[in-house]
């Protein structure tokens, strides 16, 4: 994730000769000046030229497409006439809403994600309706064209958005065949991070006379963001957590967990303290996820907490604070994380918690980071019991104040002048005393103050080494992101796609991992065979899952998944960063 980072010079969008329409919707976006890929990227798309660019999500290349996309659409015709492929569905939904964003003032616009895991029928019922822009994941995309409900013969421009992502998801395939289905004289856009061999292939063999755009990353997380961690037994984390909320000038906050099961865990934990979280993970359908965005973006919850399968691409700007409650799988998990915060070039927080055990980690996540991740200790009972102290004194204060300026409360409050008087009067109390009477009102029972016992000593490396069992599960731990309901166990699956269907294992990976959001590194070994596949699964999986993976379509055909063995067996898993050599063979 880099800095958003602004064009040299300091372009306007005015220079970029883009319709007032859509330079009205980038002032209300708070935006000033275009940032590099878009300075660089607006004027070949705006004149209908291909483009290959090399840049990263966080800077700013949706709008650098959008923009000079929606500036070149024909809204009174009702056909298809922008397709932007993208490897996930929660980037398919990001996209469509800046879609929608940058083009709030074109009347008629109309905008549909496609992605799999959401129903058939609302998508099929707003291709009818008509859709100037499709966005989704290419399984779904082509299952719609198949049938015909999606038809892009009117289509003006196709754009490949994190293509290397879509190469690592196993859609290549889908996604050649979908370019060869276009109209001959359609424009490209691909977009990608890095440019693997395939994504080259594919950007020869159909971009014609690309403007080539490359913008430099620097470093992967902005410097507009804090990076600290903190050693902090496993036991002691929630403290650590409730702590860190109490000392820190917080707005959103996201926690970052391992597993499904740990972000309702740590929600009910933090609900119980008192505080507005929501979890938000995988297996909660897709209307209460965008729900649940939406109260966060507007405020009404303030503490999400999130599976990085779940944040994948959330992007929120009132996101103060990211926890990394749990560690991350990789450095580019912690990477992403890190880039929920600090969004827009504003400030933000990232704080890590590891385990004495797993200070070794934190090398691999400096380098990521490509900025220093500085120590932190946790807040102490004094530094908390001197900011409560602060606060206490500033809210009343504020509420003095606020009765000065309210007809209302002022009304109110000389009646509780008069009240505290007369009873300061009655039962022979000083005014000092009925005030601190009413705060002991205010405060109930629970204590003021933090007790100094409940202080912890820093943990230690040497203090605490734990079991060897638990040494094991602890190295485990910063590695592999198995979670709690799926085990290491697997599970042989039988699917009803073969090589007579032309079925490629990717394509089952992509299917998998983006219909059920399961991380291809879950994923077992795929064996084709004539008219039908099997695929390896974790063991655990709940059944509605499994409907939802049955109801689901690769190469034009309905997996209709089944369980081969009622036998689990111990198997690795294949796929996912370590093993993707294997996928290949
Ligand atoms: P993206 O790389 O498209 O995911 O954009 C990253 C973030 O930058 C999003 O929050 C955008 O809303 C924001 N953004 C995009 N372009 C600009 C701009 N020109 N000025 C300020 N913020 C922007």
């Known amino acids: 994730m880099s800095t958003i980072e602004l064009a040299e010079g300091q372009v306007c969008f005015h220079d970029l000769n883009l319709p007032t329409e859509l330079c009205r919707a980038l002032e209300q976006s708070g935006y000033e000046h275009p940032t590099e890929i878009q300075a660089k990227t607006i004027p070949p798309l705006l004149t209908g030229r291909d483009v290959l660019g090399q840049a ?106 994190e293509a290397d992502e879509m190469l690592r998801m196993g859609f290549v395939e889908d996604v050649e065949w979908i370019l060869q289905q276009t109209p001959e004289n359609r424009q490209i856009a691909l977009f990608s991070a890095t440019m693997p061999d395939p994504i080259r292939r594919i950007a020869d063999q159909h971009l014609k006379n690309p403007s080539v755009v490359t913008v430099a990353s620097k470093q992967r997380t902005a410097d507009t963001i804090q990076q600290r961690f903190l050693i902090v037994d496993p036991k002691h984390k929630l403290e650590a957590l409730q702590r860190i909320l109490e000392a820190e000038a917080t707005d959103g906050v996201i ?170 009067e009655e039962h022979e109390l000083s005014v000092l005393q009925v005030a601190a009477g009413l705060a002991m009102l205010a405060q109930g029972d629970r204590p003021f103050f933090v007790s100094e016992a409940a202080d912890r000593p820093p943990a230690r490396e040497r203090d605490d080494r734990g079991s060897k069992r638990e040494r094991k599960r602890g190295a485990r731990e910063g590695m592999v992101d198995l979670g709690d309901e799926i085990g290491a166990d697997m599970e042989s699956f039988r699917v009803e796609v073969g090589r007579i269907h032309g079925v490629k ?71 996912g960063p370590k093993g993707s050599k294997k996928r290949k063979a």
Not at 83 to 106: C, D, M, N, W
Not at 271 to 299: C, F, H, M, W
Not at 336 to 354: C, D, E, P, S, Y
Request: proline share 5%; glycine share 8%; with cysteine.
């Open 56 to 161: 990263q999500t966080g800077t700013g290349k949706t709008a650098a497409f959008a923009l000079p996309l929606l500036s070149r659409l024909d809204v009174q015709l009702p056909e298809t006439q922008v397709l932007v492929l993208t490897p996930t569905r929660e980037l398919a939904i990001q996209v469509s809403e800046s879609f929608l964003k940058y083009g709030q003032h074109l009347r008629g616009l109309r905008v549909t994600p496609i992605y799999g895991g959401s129903s058939y029928a609302t998508q099929i019922s707003a291709l009818r309706r008509g859709s100037h822009v499709v966005v989704g994941t290419p399984g779904r995309i082509m299952d719609h064209m198949r049938e015909s409900r999606l038809r892009i013969d009117m289509l003006q421009c196709l754009v490949l958005d």
């Open 505 to 575: 294992p990717g394509n089952l990976v992509g299917a998998v991992a983006n219909e059920i959001g399961l991380d291809s590194r879950h994923i077992g070994p795929i064996r084709i065979h004539h008219d039908f596949s099997t695929i390896d699964l974790p063991s655990g999986m709940p059944r509605e899952v499994f409907k939802v993976l049955g109801r689901a379509w690769v190469v034009g055909r309905q997996l209709r998944i089944s369980k081969v063995s009622d036998q689990p067996r111990r198997i690795k898993p294949m796929y």
């Open 255 to 424: 926690v970052f967990v391992k597993t499904k099961i740990a972000t309702v865990e740590v929600a009910d934990q933090l609900k119980a303290l008192g505080y507005s979280a929501v979890a938000l993970n995988g297996d909660i359908p897709q209307a209460q996820r965008e729900r649940t965005i939406d109260q966060l973006k507007e405020g009404t919850i303030n503490l999400l907490v999130a599976t990085d399968v779940a944040a994948r691409g959330l992007d929120v700007q009132r996101i103060s604070h990211v926890i990394n409650y749990d560690l991350p799988a990789d450095a580019e998990a912690y990477v992403h994380r890190v880039g929920r915060t600090g969004r827009a070039g504003r400030v933000g927080q990232a704080i890590l918690f590891l385990s004495p055990k797993q200070r070794g980690a934190l090398r691999e996540l400096d380098k990521a980071a490509g900025q220093g991740i500085e120590p932190m200790t946790i807040p102490t009972s004094k530094e908390i019991n001197a900011l409560r102290e602060t606060r206490f004194k500033e809210r009343i204060a504020v509420a003095c104040a606020d009765a000065k300026t309210a007809s209302f409360r002022g009304e109110q409050f000389r009646h509780f002048e008069k009240l505290v008087s007369q009873c300061a």
